[in-house]
């Protein structure tokens, strides 16, 4: 077996870390060798940890896989019992995520300079995938790993406020670990029995998570559609980056990233098929953004989309600052829809 220590460098980037290897270090590697990437310590300064990379597999019912690891190297005293959380992932150069791995590491102690146990993940992506120039992994000549390491840090003296916290903890974590069990579905194509077709990319889901998130992806699954027979759909009218965001809700009931740019194709999404939870979360981020310039596109859009609640708390904010917002050149849209600009009319009015 042949080690190749400290290859690449390791960055970070919003607490979490990119692995960047040389295309070179890949070849003339053999079963059961690996590269490893240096040091790095995460959330927890006395932590320090290395990723391993088995470019030919951990063993040989790994061989025609990627294997990947990771192990402590050792920490700045003893402690207690820990918990650490481990997500993996190889993203292509369109930062898009091609495999990914997550799991916890449980109740260790750890001592200064002796590495803990070595947790891999045996078959982590197939070779095939990585070396197939379709999915641009390898294109500027390197590999990229993006991966993220959170450690629950342990307390020396334990008292009713601290269990109290390590319980809300262990919840967390629970939580984080079901996400994570769920991106990893999200993530593993060899058992999808859809795809959708969006603007030239394709997108490989499970049809039971689908169905039961969906009330229009069950129906359409149920009825004898060209989708049912062929397991194919075609998405005409959204972007694949919201799609993507969409699917990922579906799996994991999250959103990475939901800001303001996004935050209207989003919703429009989440209404054209019926996920009503995700439908909230982006009405809640147009009120968290409202502001001047804001305010009549986010009426507009509370208004088509029947969220009343939303649609209330605008018409307050435009009250409030009406005498600003009536000179924006968007107020002049209200004109076109009758009913809102009389609501907005009238609260004015009565504000008065």
């Known amino acids: 077996m042949t080690v190749t220590p400290d290859v690449g460098r390791v960055k970070t980037i919003k607490q979490t870390y990119k692995w960047e290897i040389s295309r070179c270090f890949l070849v003339n590697m053999s079963v059961g060798d690996y590269l490893e990437s240096v040091e790095f310590s995460t959330n927890s300064k006395n932590y320090k940890w290395k990723i391993?990379?088995?470019?030919?597999?951990?063993?040989?019912?790994?061989?025609?896989?990627y294997s990947i690891g990771i192990y402590n190297c050792g920490i700045m005293r003893r402690t207690r019992a820990v918990t650490a959380i481990v997500s993996l992932s190889i993203i292509n150069q369109n930062d898009e995520k091609i495999a990914l791995c997550s799991f916890v590491i449980e109740n260790e102690f750890w001592y200064r300079n002796y590495p803990s146990y070595h947790h891999v993940c045996k078959k982590f992506v197939k070779q095939s995938i990585i070396m197939d120039e379709a999915n641009k992994?390898?294109?500027?000549?390197?590999?990229?790993?993006?991966?993220?390491?959170?450690?629950?840090?342990?307390?020396?003296?334990?008292?009713?406020?601290?269990?109290?916290?390590?319980?809300?903890?262990?919840?967390?974590?629970?939580?984080?670990?079901?996400?994570?069990?769920?991106?990893?579905?999200?993530?593993?194509?060899?058992?999808?029995?859809?795809?959708?077709?969006?603007?030239?990319?394709?997108?490989?889901?499970?049809?039971?998570?689908?169905?039961?998130?969906?009330?229009?992806?069950?129906?359409?699954?149920?009825?004898d559609m060209k989708e049912k027979l062929l397991n194919e759909v075609i998405i005409e009218d959204i972007r694949p980056d919201i799609f993507e965001k969409l699917l990922r809700y579906m799996y994991v009931g999250e959103v990475e990233d939901i800001h303001q740019a996004i935050t209207v194709e989003l919703l429009v999404a989440a209404d054209k098929y019926a996920i009503d939870e995700l439908?909230?979360?982006?009405?809640?981020?147009?009120?968290?953004?409202?502001?001047?310039?804001?305010?009549?596109?986010?009426?507009?859009i509370t208004d088509r989309y029947n969220m009343r609640s939303f649609k209330a708390t605008v018409i307050q904010f435009i009250t409030s600052h009406s005498t600003d917002i009536?000179?924006?050149?968007?107020?002049?849209?209200?004109?076109?829809?009758?009913?809102?600009?009389?609501?907005?009319?009238?609260?004015?009015?009565?504000?008065k």
Do not use: W
């Open 137 to 223: 992994i390898l294109t500027n000549g390197q590999l990229i790993i993006k991966f993220k390491v959170d450690v629950d840090s342990p307390q020396r003296e334990p008292n009713q406020n601290m269990k109290r916290k390590s319980d809300q903890t262990d919840v967390n974590l629970q939580q984080l670990l079901k996400i994570r069990k769920l991106e990893n579905l999200m993530n593993d194509k060899e058992y999808c029995d859809i795809s959708f077709l969006v603007d030239g990319k394709t997108f490989k889901a499970h049809k039971c998570i689908l169905a039961k998130e969906s009330p229009v992806f069950d129906a359409m699954f149920k009825i």
């Open 279 to 300: 439908k909230l979360k982006c009405g809640q981020t147009l009120i968290d953004n409202l502001s001047i310039d804001t305010a009549v596109e986010s009426l507009m």
């Open 326 to 351: 009536v000179i924006t050149p968007n107020f002049k849209l209200l004109t076109a829809i009758p009913h809102v600009l009389y609501e907005v009319c009238l609260a004015v009015g009565m504000k």
């Open 52 to 65: 391993c990379l088995y470019p030919k597999g951990y063993n040989e019912i790994s061989k025609d896989y």
